[in-house]
């Protein structure tokens, strides 16, 4: 299956379950790999037979900079729902979403959860 992939997008938010997080904020990376026929686009060089990578983006955008969620899981959720709205033509979407900052004692490099669906 071909795909289309968008990494380590680069956001802030105010997402988590502490209150500082949702006070302070953080910086979230956003990987997305969409799963989509890509065919026709790479016979006819025709934008609109493959999925416009940039309004991706703003979407991604505009949900992580958005209202708060406690659970990345949850942000996740609704991004895969809203742009499987907004595509019809994608067949399967992976989503990974890391705070690469969070407000843990430990030293890490990040945490964060990736999940993917297929659509129903």
Same mark, same amino acid.
């Given at each position: 299956?071909?795909s289309?992939r968008l &990494? *380590?997008?680069s +956001? ?10 949702q ?5 979230f990376l956003? @990987? !997305?790999?969409i +799963?989509?026929?890509?065919r *026709?686009?790479? /016979?006819?060089d025709? =934008?609109?037979?493959? =999925?416009?990578?940039? *309004?991706?983006?703003q $979407?991604?955008?505009s !949900?992580v900079?958005g *209202?708060?969620? /406690? !659970? !990345?899981?949850? =942000?996740? $959720?609704?991004?895969?729902? $809203?742009?499987?709205? &907004?595509?019809p033509?994608?067949e399967?979407?992976?989503v990974?979403?890391?705070? #690469? @900052? #969070?407000?843990?004692?430990q $030293?890490l490099? @990040? ?5 993917r669906?297929?659509?129903i």
């Open positions: 299956m071909d289309i &990494e *380590k997008l +956001f802030y938010g105010y997402h988590g379950v502490l209150p500082e997080e006070q302070l904020g953080q910086r956003v @990987s !997305l790999e +799963f989509v026929d890509l *026709k686009a790479g /016979q006819s025709d =934008l609109s037979l493959t =999925l416009d990578y940039g *309004k991706i983006a $979407t991604t955008q !949900l900079e *209202k708060p969620v /406690q !659970l !990345l899981e949850h =942000l996740a $959720t609704n991004l895969i729902e $809203t742009l499987f709205h &907004e595509y033509a994608m399967e979407i992976r990974s979403i890391d705070k #690469p @900052s #969070p407000p843990l004692p $030293t490099a @990040s945490v964060g959860i990736t999940l669906r297929k659509r």
